[in-house]
C-alpha cells in the first residue's frame, strides 16, 4: 500500500497526522532516531571543607541532540524519621532549580516518575538544551536530616524522546570504627563505613598520642581492625572496606556465646577465682543502695584502696567523672549512669571493669568541643551489660563524639547498643560518632579477676542507630 519512501500518517483517530503528507522540503532529511542518549560517569561524593553532598555527572552524551537533564532527590526513611529541607547550590552553568534552592525530598512512592519534565524536579538543564555533550554538578546541604538516605536520581532527555535514568543512594547516618578485639553484631548493622581518604583526623583521633600500629587513623579505621561478625546465614561473606589495609575480615554465620546472663556469669568466676588472688592484694564490698562518684577516683568507693579492688552495688551506679586509679571491677545490680568523662591515672596500667545486671547509660557528661573544635567524650573502661548500652544525645553546639578505650559489650534483646548520639552533618563527613579502642590490659586484669583462660574481647551484640 505504501509507496517506496512515502512518509506514513494517519487520519484516524482524530485529530489527523497529516502534517507529514504535505511535506515537500526536498533540501531536509528525516530521521528516525531510537539510541537512547548516554551518562558517562555518575556520582555521589562529600565535600569535607564545606560540609556538603556533590552530585556529579560527566560525559553525558547523545549522537544527535540533547534535550534535558533533570535531577530528582528522594528520601529513604529509616525508622520515623521524616525528610526537611535540603538546600541547593551549583557552580554549572544552565542548572536552575524549579522548586528553588531550599527543597523538601519526598518518599518515593509507585507514582513517582523520575525524570518528569514538568513536576518535582529538584534540578534540571533544559529544556531545549542542544548539544551533543553536557558535565557538572549540584551541591546539597542536607540540613537536619541524619536518619535514612538520599537517593538521587538523575535522566537525560535527546530530542528524539529517547530516555536514560540512573541513581545513587547517599546515606546520611553517623557511622563507627573499631580497633582491636572481636566486633560482632547479632544481626548485622545499618551503619556504613565512610570512605574517607588521607590521614584527616590529627590528633583528634585519638585523643592522645598514636602508638605504633594505630588502627584509629581516617585511611585506616573500618568496622575492626581484626574480625566483623554477625550470625546472618543468608548474606554471603564480603570484604570490609580497609580489609587490606588493616588486615580485618568479615564471618557470616558467626554464633556467638549461649550467655543468659553477663552479670551472674562473670560473678559466678570471679567467686571461683578469688581464692587465687592474695588476701593483702583484695578489697572486696558489699554496697547496699545507690552510689555517686562525681570528679573522684577509685577512693570515692574503695578506702583505702587495694592492688585489686572489686564492688558489689546493689542499686544504681551514677559516675559523674571518675579517676580511674586502679585495678577495679565492679558489679552493679541496677543501671549505670555514665556522664564522662572517665580517665586512667596511668593510661597503660590502670583498668576499670564495669557488669551491670540492666542497662548502660552513658549521658552528656563534659562538653569537651567547647571552644569551636569538634572533641570526643573519652571512657576509658570495659563496661558489660545484661541489658542495653544506649549512648544519649548531647546538646552542645558542637556534639561530641564517643571515644571508649577498653570495650562494651550487651546482651540486650533484640537492640543491645543503642546509639542516638549524631554528629554535625559538618562533622559527620569526617569524623565517627563512636571509636572503640580495645586495649590488651583488660585482657591481663579479666585474667586475674575470672580465669586464666578467660579473654575479653570487645564485642558490639546488635548494633543500631
Not at 541513581?167 to 582491636?180: A, E, I, Q
Not at 549512669?337 to 563534659?366: H, M, W
Request: proline share 5%; aromatic share 12%.
Amino acid at each position: 500500500y505504501w509507496q517506496p519512501n512515502q512518509l506514513r500518517y494517519r487520519t484516524t483517530p482524530t485529530v489527523a497526522q497529516t502534517y507529514a503528507r504535505g511535506w515537500t522540503d526536498t533540501l531536509k532529511t528525516w530521521t528516525i532516531d531510537k539510541q537512547r542518549p548516554n551518562i558517562g560517569t555518575y556520582s555521589i561524593t562529600t565535600d569535607t571543607v564545606n560540609g556538603r553532598i556533590i552530585v556529579t555527572w560527566g560525559n553525558v552524551t547523545d549522537e544527535k541532540r540533547l534535550y534535558a537533564v533533570v535531577g530528582n532527590i528522594y528520601y529513604s526513611p529509616s525508622g520515623d524519621q521524616f525528610p526537611v529541607p535540603v538546600t541547593l547550590s551549583t557552580s554549572t552553568a544552565g542548572v536552575t532549580f524549579p522548586s528553588s534552592t531550599s527543597y523538601t525530598p519526598t518518599i518515593q512512592t509507585s507514582a513517582d516518575v523520575p525524570g518528569h519534565l514538568v513536576t518535582n524536579r529538584a534540578f534540571m538543564i533544559g529544556p531545549n538544551m542542544g548539544g551533543t555533550t553536557n558535565s557538572g554538578s549540584v551541591f546539597i546541604n542536607p540540613g537536619g536530616n541524619r536518619e535514612g538516605s538520599l537517593v538521587i536520581y538523575l535522566t537525560v532527555f535527546d530530542y528524539a524522546g529517547n530516555v536514560y535514568s540512573v541513581y545513587n543512594t547517599y546515606s546520611l547516618k553517623d557511622w563507627f570504627v573499631t580497633d582491636g578485639g572481636l566486633a560482632y553484631s547479632e544481626n548485622g548493622t545499618t551503619f556504613q563505613t565512610e570512605n574517607i581518604v588521607g590521614d584527616t583526623w590529627g590528633t583528634t583521633l585519638p585523643p592522645f598520642a598514636r602508638i605504633a600500629g594505630e588502627s584509629l587513623i581516617s585511611n585506616i579505621a573500618d568496622y575492626s581492625s581484626e574480625m566483623w561478625a554477625d550470625s546472618n546465614p543468608v548474606q554471603p561473606p564480603s570484604a570490609l572496606l580497609r580489609s587490606s589495609v588493616s588486615g580485618s575480615y568479615n564471618i557470616r554465620n558467626f554464633k556467638s556465646h549461649n550467655l543468659t546472663s553477663y552479670y551472674d556469669t562473670l560473678l559466678e568466676m570471679y567467686t571461683k577465682k578469688k581464692q587465687d588472688i592474695p588476701a593483702s592484694d583484695l578489697k572486696e564490698l558489699l554496697i547496699e543502695g545507690d552510689v555517686t562518684v562525681a570528679n573522684a577516683n577509685l577512693t570515692a568507693i574503695f578506702t583505702p584502696m587495694s592492688k585489686y579492688n572489686v564492688a558489689i552495688i546493689t542499686g544504681k551506679l551514677i559516675i559523674n567523672g571518675l579517676n580511674c586509679n586502679g585495678y577495679a571491677l565492679i558489679f552493679v545490680n541496677g543501671d549505670i549512669d555514665v556522664l564522662p568523662n572517665i580517665t586512667n591515672q596511668t593510661a597503660n596500667r590502670n583498668a576499670c571493669i564495669f557488669v551491670s545486671r540492666g542497662n548502660i547509660n552513658i549521658k552528656e557528661g563534659r562538653y569537651n568541643s567547647n571552644g569551636g573544635t569538634f572533641r570526643y567524650d573519652q571512657i576509658n573502661g570495659y563496661f558489660i551489660a545484661d541489658g542495653n548500652i544506649i549512648i544519649e544525645h548531647e546538646t552542645g553546639a558542637i556534639v561530641d563524639g564517643v571515644y571508649i578505650n577498653g570495650g562494651i559489650q550487651s546482651l540486650g534483646n533484640p537492640k543491645g547498643i543503642i546509639i542516638n548520639r549524631y554528629l554535625r552533618f559538618y562533622d559527620r563527613l569526617r569524623y565517627p560518632v563512636l571509636a572503640i579502642d580495645y586495649h590488651p590490659k583488660y585482657g591481663f586484669i579479666s585474667g586475674i579477676f575470672f580465669a586464666n583462660n578467660f579473654t575479653f574481647q570487645k564485642v558490639e551484640v546488635g548494633l543500631k542507630p
